[in-house]
């Protein structure tokens, strides 16, 4: 797959560029190349995304990072199996818990939430830092709603984490989940104050909690661009050829007095 010319292969974590060293040097610039297509696309292009993913597993499939890639593409893709796979053939050459809990929601993809509550409450889930606890909190929480058990998600959500005022990464995130978990379950109010919350933390608008909170206030948006509010200081030609098609109101009115005007005279001359 073509790779654009601004992409060096040094945009990498320099943490990956030390496991690419066992590579011959060509070789690893190659595969650090694909890496980063991969970092660029996988949020906005997720299939491509996975188109280098696999160009970079072709040629060093036996690197974690490279693994780990793979499995995050797949997992972009809703590729949950193929996911799966990597993700657990990087935590054995790594030995590290941090896969855990996207391995967990590979299981949800996979229709198999009881697996998922299973490795939420395992003992790797004790060696995640805190953010990583958060979302196996989370996924365990989905998990349950997957199972149809909204109070069991609800009871999930709430933690120290959820109370807490400070904003970290996962604070909006884990506040959208219970507010959504709330509005299911009928708690209506206590689902809106849980998603002003969450716009209060989402600094960067990972979630569209702005756009359920207006929801539910009954606010409804207007496009400000839309043709049908009226006409521009500076009219679009595509605008004239649909004013030509529909005519207009005020010239439609003069019309139509006009011809009752004429009507008159005729039944007056009909009279005469």
């Given at each position: 797959?073509?790779i654009?010319?601004?992409?060096?292969g040094?945009?990498?974590?320099?943490?990956?560029?030390?496991?690419?060293q066992?590579?011959p040097?060509?070789?690893?610039?190659?595969?650090?190349?694909?890496?980063?297509?991969?970092?660029?696309?996988?949020?906005?292009?997720p299939?491509?995304?996975?188109?280098?993913?696999?160009?970079?597993l072709?040629?060093?499939?036996?690197?974690?990072?490279?693994?780990?890639?793979?499995?995050?593409?797949?997992?972009?893709?809703?590729?949950?199996?193929?996911?799966?796979?990597?993700f657990?053939?990087?935590?054995?050459?790594?030995?590290?818990?941090?896969?855990w809990?996207?391995?967990?929601?590979?299981?949800r993809g996979?229709?198999?939430?009881?697996?998922?509550?299973?490795?939420?409450?395992?003992?790797?889930?004790h060696?995640?830092?805190?953010a990583?606890?958060?979302?196996?909190?989370l996924?365990?929480a989905?998990?349950?709603?997957?199972?149809?058990q909204?109070?069991a998600?609800?009871?999930?959500?709430?933690?120290?984490?959820?109370?807490?005022?400070?904003?970290?990464?996962?604070?909006?995130?884990?506040?959208?989940?219970y507010a959504?978990?709330?509005l299911a379950?009928?708690?209506?109010?206590?689902a809106?104050?849980?998603?002003?919350k969450?716009?209060e933390?989402?600094?960067?608008?990972?979630?569209?909690?702005?756009?359920?909170?207006?929801?539910l206030?009954?606010?409804?948006?207007?496009?400000?661009?839309?043709?049908?509010?009226?006409?521009?200081d500076?009219?679009?030609?595509?605008?004239?050829e649909?004013?030509?098609?529909?005519?207009?109101?005020d010239?439609?009115a003069?019309?139509?007095a006009?011809?009752?005007?004429?009507?008159?005279e005729?039944?007056?001359?009909?009279?005469?």
């Amino acid at each position: 797959m073509p790779i654009p010319e601004d992409v060096t292969g040094d945009e990498i974590d320099k943490d990956v560029r030390q496991e690419l060293q066992s590579l011959p040097k060509t070789l690893a610039e190659d595969v650090a190349k694909n890496l980063v297509m991969v970092a660029r696309l996988i949020d906005e292009d997720p299939e491509g995304a996975y188109g280098y993913s696999r160009v970079a597993l072709r040629l060093a499939s036996r690197v974690a990072a490279v693994r780990e890639a793979a499995g995050f593409a797949a997992y972009a893709n809703q590729k949950y199996s193929e996911a799966l796979g990597e993700f657990r053939a990087a935590r054995r050459m790594t030995g590290t818990v941090e896969l855990w809990p996207v391995m967990a929601d590979c299981e949800r993809g996979l229709g198999r939430p009881e697996r998922a509550l299973d490795m939420a409450g395992a003992p790797e889930v004790h060696k995640l830092d805190k953010a990583g606890q958060v979302e196996m909190r989370l996924v365990a929480a989905g998990a349950r709603r997957d199972m149809g058990q909204l109070d069991a998600a609800i009871v999930t959500l709430q933690s120290p984490e959820l109370a807490s005022n400070s904003v970290q990464a996962w604070t909006a995130r884990l506040r959208y989940a219970y507010a959504d978990a709330l509005l299911a379950a009928g708690r209506e109010s206590e689902a809106r104050e849980w998603f002003a919350k969450a716009v209060e933390a989402d600094r960067d608008g990972s979630t569209d909690a702005s756009d359920r909170l207006a929801e539910l206030d009954g606010v409804d948006f207007v496009d400000a661009l839309d043709e049908n509010d009226g006409a521009t200081d500076q009219a679009d030609p595509a605008d004239d050829e649909v004013r030509d098609e529909t005519p207009d109101t005020d010239a439609d009115a003069d019309m139509d007095a006009g011809a009752d005007e004429v009507e008159d005279e005729a039944k007056g001359e009909d009279k005469d």
